[in-house]
């Protein structure tokens, strides 16, 4: 019989070959398609709108993460070196950014209106009803109808202004005002002109006036108006950016900024030239519908024009344009995420005070509505059960009152946070503490009302705020500048495009906001921050408005080359993945290197959540400070894709090398145990004349065909996948193989063996239970009791090295967001793989039990013979693998700890309890199978 009959003749080797060449198939297999998921998933996430961030010498501090706050206002870049850039040839995309100001101003001027309305009157109506295609014709207007009494009543209203930052609430002002209200009534009297028409409340009204700068109260045609207190003042950034090559970076999320594009030139910004051309559109009567679309402003539908000329002579009659004030086009922001509500409160009194009915409470707050510089829509509250029929005589929207005050711009606190490094994570995700600056006091009431009077300061208690923002050096003193929006941005949409996993810092209107993960005690908090008022916090939402170059010099006051660029986004001319374009990307990076400024290639790169600590955050009455917590804020992991792709690489390759490595080893110990029955053929063949070296030739020829077969098919794989790995792990499986059949022929040499039963011996146990013959066969089968036991202890330090592994992987990938794209993309495959090993190694050693089923087929047909019945054979086999495994698992639980120690330290003591219960589930699996 030659050496292929005698391999196919023996099951255990033919079986062992099958089992190990499925395994390294299958795990091959599984470990490219891991590969291939997790390149293609990086590579579709680690190239974002622009490859280099480009800031001036000495903005980075070398680190490897990036502060999402870019435009800080401190400038450095020339727009002679941005022009350099994009001459470079690598260059497609150079997009400057800056920040301009911060900008405070107070929000519009709050009414409350209660619907008191009088019905159609053609003299109050005018000609805005019949005939006019906005208005509603006479015939339709509804009855009259009023939420007043007919008779004045005294009333107290109560108005209460509240910002949260997310944590705490704080009352910014709470002021209350008492009159009588009652409904109007229409008067008609003859006048030496003809007849004159008015409105007028019912007799003994006086109306509530809150202390100045607030009005008092008028009826009009649709309701009463009470002029409320002043809503607290808001602080805004503005930001300047290149818009042709903000919109080439950004795609269609830039269209926003199409308009700015179409902005006057810097000599026709005039503020005084451009308010008087929207005074003029007054005296050519307008239609309804030009007022609404708005003028053409060289190109521009300015549809924000009656806030502008609203603002214009404001600023105008409190002095504060000047011949040199120049207007700066504005795109300004939907809407915002400052937590700011105002409510008023409303109850019918006595002479006395006492309330006699509470009305209810009407409430408004700063939302999606709120535009920064604009007063689209006036900030009413409307009187319970009221009904607004203003609308009865068309949109009116365009001619609300605008902002109560032109806007203050200044250069103070608008530079980034201050951070400095704390330790870093195990994951490598880096630890933070904010530097705190001083302490800005806001919510604080101009000194003079519009019509010169003075302001009551008590209405509001001032509140203070922390600054973590430094202030900026500027150029020479502007003129006050008009703010004149082109149009709004949606923040969204911007972020969208700027994606979620390769985020890249775009600038002041791409906001990135802050979680708070533990409170100054050290309690789980899961809550989102909100801006201040101030805008000085740490929180900064996206800018409300966006503005060109020409805008910031009037606003800061540089001449037109000075170093005012605070960072240049560009994008290079090379197509691919971030691993494709490296080269082209890094050769530009190193060209605006030597032009002096700090390149830092971005490609690559990935959003990662920053731990910062917060102290001096708040402080109580008696001016004691506290800390606010712990925040989680999305900063740039630098090479983030390599760091990923490298160590769940490295993963992978482990994974593949325990899974195989562990079955191989188990084959190694089910050929040593199966050499135990070929020593009798061994002692015949000895008998016949056959040498020492003759019979191992004999067996390494059965073993030579099962390699020739791991071989083939190492060979074949490593063709198909064409991966260095399935060539290392070929070779290392054949190695370990043929390693394991030449031991194995070793221990076929001459032995001579003495009788391991001694009749008379007084030490033996008389067999009277299960666990006695099961303790006495283990005994007396030392070799393949041990074999079996370092087999199991294997396949449960395997196991434990599996584990430890899969639980590393969040680990190992890292704390950015690609991070965990990466992981899960590879963790299936990763779970099948560390299940093929397992199972794998629980055949083989099923496998190595059977290899004396024979034997203990015999004396379990003994024994039956002997009357034991099925539960008692049972109970051998069960306390046979129980003792074995007793060994097993101090092999299994140190084995998992060790290769846990190498492999994933972090999951070690997983890997001891995973190796402890591979080695107690085998014990009952053993039983059942091998019967």
Known sequence: ??????????????????????????????????????????????????????????????????????????????????????????????????????????????????????????????????????????????????????????????????????????????????????????????????????????????????????????????????????????????????????????????????????????????????????????????????????????????????????????????????????????????????????????????????????????????????????????????????????????????????????????????????????????????????????????????????????????????????????????????????????????????????????????????????????????????????????ATGLVSQSAGAITDYYGLAAARGYDSNADVIDAVRVRAGVSGTWKQAQPEVEKLADEIRAMGLEATVVAGSAREDVSIFVPGYSKDDAGKESALGTVAQSWVRQDAADAVSGSLTGTNITLLFLTLLGATLLTAASTVSYIRQRRNEAGILRAMGWTQGRIRRWVLEEFGIGSAILAAAGLLLSLLSWNLATVIVSVSVLVLYCAAAYIAALMLRHRHEVDQEPQHDERLLPVDSALTFAYRQVVTNRFNSAALAVAVGVFGAAVGALIALLIDIPRAAGASALSGLAAASVALPSVIMAITGVLVGLLLTLVTARFELQAKRQYLSTLEAMGWNPDMLGHVRFFENALVGTVAVILGVLGALALGLILAPYAALWAALAGLLAVICWIPIATKVVK
């Open 1 to 534: 019989m030659n050496a292929v009959q005698r391999f196919i003749r023996s099951r255990v080797l033919l079986l062992t070959s099958a089992i190990l060449i499925v395994a390294m198939c299958m795990s091959v297999f599984i470990q490219s398609q891991s590969q291939a998921a997790l390149n293609r998933t990086v590579d579709e996430n680690s190239r974002g709108l622009y490859d280099i961030l480009v800031q001036a010498k000495g903005a980075k501090d070398g680190k490897a993460m990036i502060q999402p706050e870019i435009a800080t206002g401190q400038g450095g870049i020339s727009f002679e070196q941005l022009e350099k850039i994009r001459g470079l040839s690598g260059t497609s995309v150079a997009a400057p950014i800056s920040l301009v100001s911060r900008v405070t101003q107070n929000l519009e001027a709050p009414r409350l209106n209660a619907m008191d309305y009088l019905g159609y009157n053609s003299g109050l109506a005018g000609g805005a009803t019949a005939g006019d295609p906005t208005g509603t014709d006479a015939k339709e207007w509804p009855a009259p109808e009023s939420v007043l009494p007919e008779k004045a009543t005294k009333y107290r209203l109560t108005a209460t202004a509240v910002s949260s930052d997310g944590v705490s609430e704080q009352t910014l002002f709470k002021t209350s005002a008492e009159g009588t209200l009652g409904k109007a009534k229409v008067v008609e009297s003859n006048t030496a002109g003809g007849k004159s028409i008015r409105i007028t409340g019912p007799d003994g009204e006086t109306g509530i006036k809150f202390p100045a700068p607030a009005g008092g109260s008028d009826h009009n045609l649709f309701n009463l108006s009470v002029s409320l207190p002043m809503a607290p003042e808001v602080t805004e950034s503005v930001v300047a950016v290149d818009p042709s090559a903000e919109r080439a970076l950004l795609g269609s999320a830039g269209d926003f900024l199409e308009p700015l594009e179409k902005a006057p030139p810097a000599d026709t910004r005039n503020a005084g030239a451009i308010g008087r051309y929207f005074e003029e559109l007054f005296t050519t009567s307008p239609s309804q519908q030009e007022l609404e679309e708005g003028p053409d402003f060289l190109g521009v539908k300015l549809k924000y024009w009656a806030p502008l000329m609203t603002q214009y002579q404001q600023a105008k009659l409190a002095g504060q344009l000047t011949d040199d004030s120049q207007a700066i086009p504005l795109i300004v922001r939907k809407g915002t995420s400052l937590d700011l509500k105002y409510s008023v409160k409303i109850e019918e009194i006595d002479d006395a005070g006492k309330v006699v009915k509470d009305v209810g409470t009407v409430s408004r707050s700063l939302d999606k509505d709120y535009l920064p510089f604009v007063s689209r829509s006036p900030f009413t509250l409307e009187w319970p059960g009221s009904t607004d029929h203003s609308q009865l005589l068309g949109n009116t929207g365009n001619f609300s009152q605008g902002l109560y005050q032109p806007a203050q711009w200044s250069t103070d606190f608008a530079a980034a946070p201050k951070y400095k490094d704390g330790d870093t994570a195990a994951n490598g995700s880096l630890n933070k503490s904010a530097t705190p600056g001083e302490w800005v006091t806001v919510n604080r009431l101009p000194e003079k009302s519009l019509s010169g009077d003075p302001v009551d300061q008590t209405q509001r208690q001032p509140a203070d705020e922390r600054s973590y923002r430094e202030s900026l050096a500027t150029g020479n003193t502007p003129a006050t500048p008009l703010p004149m929006v082109y149009g709004t941005f949606d923040p969204a949409e911007v972020q969208a495009a700027a994606g979620d996993i390769n985020k890249l810092p775009l600038g002041g209107y791409d906001a990135a906001p802050m979680t708070l993960e533990k409170d100054a005690e050290g309690k789980d908090k899961n809550q989102g921050l909100k801006p201040s008022l101030s």
